[in-house]
Each structure stands twice: as structure tokens, then as C-alpha cells.
């Protein structure tokens, strides 16, 4: 629990404090920024310029202006928040240059020197907005500048001489105009009014000029709904509402809800016509920083956890007790958008990603409070599109369509009901694809079927969706139809057999053509039969081919037995076995028969006996010699393919007219040596 007991003299201060300190707290806030842009939220440079002219008596009796400096340093983020002042009547009373937040010290100092600023004098807003640009020019931290204005008129020597004219003035206050639009910094103007003596149109003049806004405090009741409008372009973070209460003087409660885990810093507002008294909040924290002001109680809470969180007070007895949230988020919007093409949806992702090292944020309390949109604009017509994106996991998705080609802006705008985020503009020429020809532009047609309607969609596209048109550019055989185009459809008319090629030019919508031709083939019915049965025929003698190339081979199976009954030499041989499938051949002459197992005899027509496998077990013999050869008792004629089947006895004599022998064809037994 963090207390806190203390009592201040009454400060009759309106709800302008709540306003104003709100808005300018809340400029702290990082900025979200693109996946692909390299800004990495530096932080802040704010340089305050305040007029202390002796109408701010009156104006400002409360010490708004001062009070509003003091919490806008309260609530930032020190470590990356720098803070200047420059204070003016008709010359420079106080200029503090720009300086971190980082040491208390240097806080203190600047807080102590805006409170002992004192109104005297007359006016010189040219003067003091030099001083301020000076003062943003001397910023080394590398933060987001921007300068705050407040004053309730415009520029009043009254009789003091200074050697500067209303005229130099206002020539300094456009000097600082365009060195804020060249560097790229805004100027926000707030004209604190009393007596309807503020330049209000030169107060909107600098705001619009440079970026900024400008607004009047004129009735404290309008103020919370302009500032919602002025800072829309800058504010990151929104102030929720908690509570708003009647005091009674004693401990009243009230429920402060963290609706995540994602936060760096919340912080909690509490404002009211006097002082707070004491403050209570019931949370499990020792980082709790406590801040009290005359006009203001702050209590921020660094990493804060999800949850309901128990706030007491005291506040003066009648008082209006405001009470608010403003979380500090480190994230920034990222998008991914896939290489659009011109005419087809692309798909488009939003998410978060954390500021410190550019991880995904993975809360899903965070999107599950969120809204995302994709804002497209067509540079080409000046319209901007806004695309409500659906709620993907821990992200947003959705898909748009570029029309036409050109250059156009992407963006996304990711809002939850105390913060939001805005991606840096994707700048994107879409191009446009020519149409291209598909396929081979081959088309077979019969005259016999009459007329032809050709779907051209079937032979020309165009990746960008885009309607096309259609020429005949050229026709090789005027004579063999009719042609005509009608939108996607080509119609061919009055046929006769033949071949015509039509040059086709093919025309998008934004120009770009493709010319590519189209082969008509006209055939009669004849023709058509003809060819296809060519094609049957070509097919079955492939098939043929192929079977005879591929069929299986036969081969040796049996055993040969020879019986040499008679030599020419003499000479005993013994029986002769040949296990005919120790022969890897297919065929085998009886020469090589012989040779295997040494039979030398002198029978050269031997080479031109010759076996072959057959089908089955079966060997098949042929020669082509002089010699007589039987099968049994059948002569075998010379050439003459003969079948020999198992237990088939051969007689050969050759031609010597000596040599005999007989051949057995033997069937192998699985048992058999």
C-alpha cells in the first residue's frame, strides 16, 4: 500500500488544470511507428514558452501555465524526456535550455524556477517563440521536438521602447514558422483567454502551419472534448476516466482497473479544486512513485500487473474529485504487406511488437480490446479507402484490392480504449501486367458441326484481373471461315478444310497489349476419321514394337547326350553331356559344343549347325550345310528351323561321309548330377 497525508492551502483552480495538464502529460506517449521504418521513438525534446507579461495576473491567477509544466514532467518518461522553458514579457525574463529527466536534481531545479517566475510586463510573442526555436535547434538527446505555447494575447509594448516593432515581432513569429516547417516540428498553441484580448487567429495561424493545433480555454466545460480533438495526431495514449466523485472528507474508495500486462508505466491522476489530502492505492509494488503537487496527486507504477486495484483518498470536503488512468505503452504498430499486384487481393497484417527489441507482442488481452483498420489511399484520385481488419491470434488481418496501376499509401490505425497506434506510410507503385498468351493457340475444328464460338479467355489472361480486348491483327487463309470477335468470344463461321493462323492483339484496360497467334485447324469429317485412325494404327505397331522389344526370351533348359558312333580319325570318344543352361547364350553351334568339352575332330561344318532356346523346355535346330540330319527318321532340310522337344534323338552324318553321332535331348531332373 502507498500512502500519503498532507494539506495545502485552498488553490481555486477549475477543470482547465484537468485539461490542460492531461493533454500535455499525455504528448509523452510514444509514437507507433511501421515494421519497416527505422525510427526507434527516441523520446521527447518539449520546450515550453510561456508568456509572464503582467496580464497573466489576471489571466493566469492560478498558475496554470506553471503547474501544467510541472506535471507534464511528473508524468514522462525521464529517461527518454528532455524539457526546456523559455518565460517572455517584452524581453526574456528565464530561458532553461533543454535538459534529461533522469536526475531528480535537475528536475527540482526546473520545477523551482517555473514556480518562481513572476508576471510583470508587456508582451513580445515574436521574441519568446525565437528563443524557443533556439532552444529546440540546441536539443543533442535526439528526441521528438515540439513546442508548447502558452499566452493570453498577442504581441503589446505598451510605452515601454525596446527598438522592436509589433512588426518585427510578427516578422519573427513567420521566421519560426517555416524553421519549424523545415525541420518538421509542431507548434502547440494554447491561448489561456480572461478578457477576449487573445489573437486567436494567430494562435491557429502558427498551430496550422506547423503541424500543431491550436485551442482557446474559454469555458473549462468544452475543454476536455477540444483537447481530444487538437492532439489527435499526436496523442499515442488515452486518458480513461476511473472515477469522478463528490469528496465528503473522509476515506472514500474507488477501483482502478490495469487491463493488461503490457504496459511500461500506468499512471494515476488524481485532480481536484484543492489539494488532495491523503492518497492509498492497494497494490503489491515498493516502485510505487508518489508526486503531490498544489494542483495534482500522481502515483505511477512502473510494469504494472492486469488487475483491480483498491484507491482510497481524502479530498476537501465538496471538492470534485477527478480521477484518472493514462498507461504508458513501448510498443509500436507494425505491418506486413506481401508484394501487391495490381487487380488481386493482397493480405495485409497489423500486430504490435515491443519498442526495445521489436519482438511480436503476444498479449492477447492487448488485441483482444482492439480495433485495427487499413487506411489505402489512391494518389491518383485523392479517395482514401478505410478497411476494418479481423482479429487474428495476436494480430489483425485483412485483404484489399489495388484497381488500377499508380501510387498509393498504405497505413494502419490500431485503437483499444486507452491507447493507439499508427503505422509510418508504406509509400507503393503498383505496376501493371501486360495480358499474355497461354497454351499453344492450337484449335481443331469440324466443318460439319457448323458454326465455332471460341472462348478466348481460354487462351489469353491477365494477372491483374483486367477486362480484355480482343483484335484480329492478320489471317493467313481468308478462305477457310469467317471470323469474328464478339467481347471473349471469337466465332468462326462458313468452314472448309484447312489451316488459317490468326494474329491476335490482346488489349488490357489501361493499354498494355500482347500479340501472339492462333493455329485453326478446320478438318471434315473424313479427315477427322482418318487421322484418327492413323493415330490407332501408330499406336498399336508402337505397342507392337515395344512387346517385341520387351517380350520374354526363352532359354536352355535341357541337356544334350552325343554319341560319337563313328570317326573319321578312329578315334573312341566317349558319351558327351552338355547342360545346355550352363550356356548364358541363347543359340550355341555344335563347333562350340565340341570346343567346350575338347572334341577336336576336323568338322568345320559343325560351326554352321546351331541351336537356339525355344519356348516350353524346347530347343530348336537349323543348318546350313551338306550334311544329312535327322530328327528320328525325318530329314531336317538345310535352313529349316526344326523343334526339338524332350527324349528327341538327332542323327547327324557330316560331310565327310565317316563321322556320325547322335544327339538325345534330355529333360534335367531337379535330382540329377
Partial sequence: ????????????????????????????????????????????????????????NATDRDRIAAEVTKMFMDMSEAARTQVGFVAYNHKIVEAQPLAPLTQEEQKSLLKKKIA??????????????????????????????????????????????TGRSVEDSNKDVERVIAEAQAKGYPIYTVGLNHDGSVNAPQLEAIASKTGGTSFITESAGDLPEIFNNIFAKQIRSVLVPVAAVTATGELQEVTVNIPNGSMNEANIVLLSEHPIAETHLYYNSKNIRFVKSDKYSLLKIPQPQKGAFLLKFKARPG???????????????GMELAQPVKGVPSTVSAFLLHQADGAKLADADVYQSMKAELIVKDLKTNKEERTPMKLNGNGFETQTVFPHSGKYQARIFMSSPDFYRETAVSELDIANTAPEAIGSGAIELTKEDGDAKIDLKNYFRDVNQDKLSYTIASNSNAKLADF??????????SMHAGKAVLTMTVTDD??????????INVYSVVQRYLIIAGIVLAVLLAAWAVYWLLRPKPRFAGRLEGYFLNTASGSDIPVKYWPLASFEKRQITLRELFASLDVNEPLPEAQHIIIEAGKNGTIVLRHNTRCTIEKGRTPIPRNKKESISYNDKIYITFEDH????????????????
Fill in 116 to 161: 518562481e517566475l513572476r508576471f510583470s510586463g508587456y508582451t513580445d510573442l515574436g521574441l519568446g517563440l525565437s528563443k524557443g526555436s533556439e532552444l529546440v535547434g540546441s536539443g543533442k538527446g535526439g528526441g521528438r521536438p515540439f513546442m508548447i505555447l502558452l499566452s493570453d494575447g498577442g504581441t503589446d509594448f505598451g510605452p515601454i521602447f
Fill in 319 to 333: 471538492d470534485f474529485v477527478k480521477i484518472s488512468l493514462l498507461g504508458n505503452y513501448g510498443l509500436k504498430a
Fill in 510 to 519: 489501361e493499354g498494355a497489349s500482347v500479340t501472339s497467334d492462333l493455329v
Fill in 1 to 56: 500500500m502507498v500512502g500519503e497525508m498532507h494539506t495545502r492551502r485552498r488553490v481555486p483552480v477549475g477543470l482547465r488544470i484537468l485539461a490542460i495538464a492531461v493533454v500535455l502529460a499525455m504528448l509523452f506517449v510514444p509514437l507507433g511507428s511501421a515494421l519497416a521504418e527505422g525510427d526507434s521513438n527516441p523520446g521527447f525534446d518539449a520546450v515550453f514558452v510561456m508568456d509572464v507579461s503582467y496580464s497573466m
Fill in 658 to 673: 565317316l563321322t556320325e553321332i547322335e544327339l538325345r535331348y534330355k529333360e534335367v531332373k531337379p535330382n540329377a548330377l
Fill in 484 to 493: 469474328a470477335v464478339d467481347g471473349d468470344t471469337l466465332t468462326v463461321s
